[in-house]
């Protein structure tokens, strides 16, 4: 019914979700992240990621070969031109690449909540289940994320160890308030 664009979502989700794991590994080797939630949150989006990737490899035909290799060249060239402008202009970049993970992790979401929307107006139980499964795993790292921000960006702001995670746990519980469904609509 709709393969072909089944493969054109799966074949960009695929290939997004493969830049998105370089840029995480190329973090996870900085000198700069030595804040171990941020450590351990690197790990936990490599380990997401890899198996999805993994996955998404095993569904028979739903790669489109030639998108791959258009994707892969407009992707390489942006991703190359905001690589080299981030490497020049960052002192404090690992707050800024957690934020840039928060991002990148919200357009893999929908980037899974469409894949999932075309499976199963196309009837592919394992496609839609597969995108709905990643679809979770995706909004569980956007929390701890949001959880682990407050602390990297601490930790950049004040050298008392002690004083910056007073600092991010109060900014933590703080911005967590936000996402409450109880005051999601507050104030309309």
């Known amino acids: 019914m709709y393969t072909d664009r089944i493969k054109d979502y799966t074949t960009e989700l ?3 979700n493969k830049h998105l794991l370089s840029a995480v590994r190329t973090q996870k080797s900085s000198d700069a992240i030595k804040n171990t939630k941020a450590v351990t949150l690197l790990n936990d ?7 999805q990737l993994n996955t998404m490899e095993s569904f028979d035909d739903l790669l489109n070969e030639s998108k791959m290799d258009q994707f892969k060249e407009n992707a390489a060239r942006v991703l190359g031109t905001i690589a080299g402008s981030i490497g020049n202009i960052r002192e404090d970049a690992v707050s800024k690449m957690i934020r840039d993970n928060y991002t990148a992790l919200s357009m893999t979401a929908s980037g899974y909540t469409m894949l999932n929307t075309l499976a199963i107006s196309n009837k592919n139980d394992e496609l839609a289940n597969f995108a709905a ?8 790292l956007i929390t ?15 050298e008392d160890q002690e004083e910056a995670n007073r600092i991010g746990e109060q900014s933590m519980k703080e911005t967590q308030l936000a996402w409450k469904p109880e005051h999601l609509f507050e104030g309309e």
């Not at 989006?45 to 198996?51: E, M």
């Open 14 to 16: 695929y290939n997004y």
């Open 45 to 51: 989006i490599d380990i997401a990621l890899t198996n």
């Open 133 to 140: 499964d990643s679809l979770e795993r995706m909004a569980q």
């Open 144 to 158: 701890e994320t949001s959880k682990v921000l407050p602390f990297v960006v601490a930790d950049e702001l004040v």
